[in-house]
């Protein structure tokens, strides 16, 4: 039988700690190849544990491998050899001592070019204007002059035909995620990219038990790998994923609206959070806007348009859970103050959003240009292969030079530098994870120090 002590104050769900202990005794050989494993029953009832959380843990193992079925007997481990899995590099990888000159951090935008003057002018307008407004309750769903701008702006940039009762306005995508957790319910399987944002892993797994991960390919979320975890409810970023920078093919989308439409309860989350910043050709249309049965919630935020310390975010829902959110959700206050989403509402009304927008996808794309030119040339070029940077504000970038991921953050650190690995976007550890893959932001640094840092990894790296 098996035994395990679960531990309770780690935060990592039972069913994970259950599936790496069996995981870990197959690969160490103490459960041997073709060995039958203990019925579900058997392990809730020693454990003292919901059988819910063996058939989870038990479906993620045959998901990936480990273990498989036969009708009527049980589950048995895989007969096979199992190749030596590494371990998961550790975040912290370099002395905390070490001042990173250039840190290419994802999470930055160009604060400078924030146009403080006019939003200044504008706020001052509302004061002015609209004094009576900025002290009373708003609609839980945010003001209606703000919803009416960001409808006109997604028929005019992304091609949707959204009501502006559709829209509702909070503090971020993170809070307007908890949101959705609550509309749709935490007894569902929520489905995750892996890699992906970690943040929204963790947002899941804090309001249920049930999160999966989801692989990626050349394509995006892998649509074959959904049915095997029993998920109805899946949160992806086709247009740019984070941190790969693949954009999903209309293909792909069309198998996760089929899968979609194919039960009551299943609905796709697709994250937009950067979509404005394409550098070639036009915005790839949203996944909501080829939906026609109402599953899919669209999410954006103004954080990497405008500045992150702006909370303002958006999701759109489809007619039946509109109706379902006034039901069971309407007692929640709007989180993000009046006075913002007025001078945002008055911003976007002038016109100052969309030049705001084009000024800064020049910028980007001049950045951009500047660090994969730096990159690409001298010693180093001839190590490196990079994607992801046709969108967005990162580049994913192979180095074939013989150094392991650690080795690589390490020795960037000892020049002054700070990437990240791929690794620490992996809410799920797999075996075949890439380990000489980093992430580099751009948007937060200038012309000169993106040249500065290329640099210094060219020293680093050859």
């Known amino acids: ?84 899995i590494k371990e998961s590099p550790s975040p912290e990888i370099v002395p905390e001592h070490i001042q990173y000159k250039y840190d290419f951090r994802t999470n930055r935008i160009d604060t400078g070019s924030f146009p403080f003057s006019v939003w200044a002018k504008l706020s001052r307008e509302v004061l002015s204007e609209r004094s009576d407004e900025l002290l009373n309750a708003c609609s839980p769903q945010g003001i209606l002059q703000l919803r009416v701008k960001i409808a006109e702006y997604l028929k005019s940039f992304r091609g949707m035909t959204v009501s502006p009762d559709q829209i509702f306005i909070g503090a971020g995508s993170e809070y307007l995620t908890g949101l959705i957790i609550q ?3 935490r007894d569902n399987a929520y489905g995750v990219e892996n890699p992906g944002y970690r943040k929204i892993y963790r947002i899941f797994s804090a309001n249920t038990s049930r999160v999966f991960p989801i692989p990626m390919d050349e394509k995006g979320a892998c649509a074959d790998a959904i049915a095997n975890f029993g998920i109805n409810i899946l949160h992806v970023t086709p ?36 979509s404005e910043f394409r550098f070639s050709g036009r915005p790839v249309p949203a996944l909501y806007s080829m939906d026609k049965m109402g599953k899919v919630i669209y999410i954006n935020t103004f954080t990497k348009s405008l500045a992150p310390s ?34 945002l509402a008055k911003f976007m009304d002038k016109g100052h959003f969309d030049r705001h927008i084009s000024r800064m996808k020049k910028i980007y794309r001049q950045r951009r240009d500047i660090l994969m030119e730096k990159l690409s040339e001298g010693r180093l070029k001839k190590f490196i292969d990079i994607s992801g940077c046709d969108a967005g504000m990162h580049l994913l970038i192979a180095v074939n030079n013989g150094m392991n991921q650690r080795e690589l953050l390490s020795s960037a650190a000892q020049q002054g530098v700070r990437v990240y690995g791929l690794s620490e976007y992996y809410s799920f550890p797999v075996s075949d994870m890439p380990d000489n893959k980093v992430v580099a932001g751009f948007s937060g640094l200038d012309c000169q120090e993106l040249a500065e840092g290329a640099e210094a990894l060219e020293r680093a790296w050859t």
């Not at 104050?9 to 995981?23: A, D, F, R, T, V």
């Not at 029953?41 to 273990?67: D, F, M, N, P």
């Open 183 to 185: 509309l749709l319910g």
């Open 239 to 274: 247009s740019h994923h984070f941190p790969l920078g693949m954009v999903m093919p209309v293909s792909r989308r069309q198998e996760l609206l089929s899968w979609a439409y194919s039960r009551s309860d299943r609905y796709i989350i697709e994250d937009d959070y950067d």
């Open 310 to 343: 702006m909370r303002i975010s958006y999701m759109i829902l489809p007619q039946e859970l509109c109706r379902r959110y006034t039901d069971r959700l309407d007692f929640y206050s709007c989180t993000v103050p009046v006075f913002e989403q007025l001078t």
């Open 1 to 84: 039988m098996i035994t395990l002590s679960f531990d309770t104050e780690s935060g990592i769900p039972l069913y994970q700690q259950l599936y790496s202990h069996i995981k870990k005794e197959i690969e160490r050989g103490n459960i041997k190849s073709g060995e039958k494993l203990p019925s579900k029953r058997a392990i809730s009832s020693h454990l003292k544990i919901s059988i819910v959380t063996v058939e989870t843990a038990y479906a993620q193992l045959a998901a990936e491998g480990y273990i498989y079925s036969k009708p009527g007997s049980g589950f048995y481990a895989e007969n096979m050899a199992l190749p030596e």
